[in-house]
């Protein structure tokens, strides 16, 4: 079980990434899949989660910037993150709790 992060970079304030988490050796079928954030000094945070009824939450520190959705394979998960600002600024994580499985994470630096 391996989970996979990228689509990460840097992007200008007011901009927009997309997050991709890939699945290996399983697919995401019945899981909760969540993405996280951690900041330098600062704790890791949940910035959104997706569940297997397609039900899906963003922290209220990226509601209305966020969209997280997964693919009709159910391999991939993606995280949209629109008008950026440089708090967001952080490595992310993908994350299924079922399987205590963390990806190793994609750094995102939005510049002012």
């Known amino acids: 079980v391996q989970l996979q992060a990228s689509g990460g970079g840097l992007v200008q304030a007011g901009g927009s990434l997309r997050l991709s988490c890939a699945a290996s050796g399983f697919t995401f079928s019945n899981l909760v899949v969540g993405w996280f954030r951690q900041a330098p000094g600062k704790q890791r945070e949940l910035v959104a989660r997706i569940d297997y009824g397609g039900n899906t939450i963003c922290a209220d520190s990226v509601k209305g910037r966020c969209t997280i959705s997964g693919d009709n394979a159910k391999t991939t998960v993606f995280l949209q993150m629109t008008s950026l600002k440089p708090e967001d600024t952080a490595v992310y994580y993908c994350?299924?709790?079922?399987?205590?499985?963390w990806g190793r994470g994609t750094q995102v630096t939005v510049s002012s």
């Open positions: 994350n299924v709790p079922f399987y205590h499985a």
